[in-house]
């Protein structure tokens, strides 16, 4: 009986020895993971230098004057020889059949690529000029609204020319696109929070 109250003993004793072995060892774990953390986090929010800021904005800008004037040329010139096939598409969906159904592979390509490629630069370039429309929803809506106006203009105005709603979401879903790809990290890159702002 002495003999299993000393073996009770002892492991109780092994047992209380491992405890406290871990115990000592969970601070230690706790403040390295924590010190990670916080330099992380540092290294993540550190904006860059305002020089460089500047010439990045700069740059953006200049890129989205380009952009602007590209954009201009290509859908708001008139096209009298295209007057007969023209016309106005309000029904989501009908042009994207007409390209896939009936175009031969290039023009649909062509078509479809071109008003995806249209909007990509907004997804880029808006977060780095805008701050705050950095986040997606703000580039859809403002990507939304632009190429709806280009679309009522063409429309309205442009001989040869007809709006054409598949155009206005083709052009957001490449905004969408450049934003989820390049435009995110740039906007952060260019206008991280200091740390200690929210």
């Known amino acids: 009986m002495a003999g299993s109250a000393l073996r009770a003993r002892t492991a109780l004793r092994a047992r209380t020895a491992k405890l406290r ?12 993971s924590g010190r990670r953390r916080t330099r992380a986090a540092a290294s993540e929010r550190r904006p860059l230098p305002l020089p460089l800021r500047l010439l990045v904005m700069a740059f953006a800008f200049a890129a989205m004057v380009a952009f602007a004037v590209v954009l201009a040329r290509l859908t708001l010139e008139p096209s009298p020889a295209s007057r007969a096939l023209v016309h106005s598409n309000l029904h989501p969906g009908s042009s994207l059949r007409a390209y896939l159904n009936h175009s031969v592979t290039r023009d649909a390509v062509k078509q479809i690529g071109g008003n995806l ?12 000029l805008a701050p705050r429309a950095r986040s997606i929803v703000h ?27 598949d155009d206005v979401i083709l052009n957001t879903t490449g905004a969408l ?11 952060r890159a260019v ?8």
Do not use: S
């Open 117 to 128: 490629m249209l909007g990509v630069p907004f997804g880029i370039l808006l977060p780095v």
């Open 191 to 198: 206008h991280a929070r200091r740390p200690g702002t929210t």
């Open 139 to 165: 580039v859809v809506l403002v990507t939304a609204i632009v190429m709806l106006l280009v679309e009522l203009t063409q429309g309205a105005l442009i001989t040869g020319r007809a709006f054409d709603i």
């Open 21 to 32: 072995a871990r115990t000592a060892k969970l601070p230690a774990r706790t403040a390295k």
């Open 177 to 187: 696109l450049g934003h989820l790809l390049l435009g995110r990290r740039l906007g």
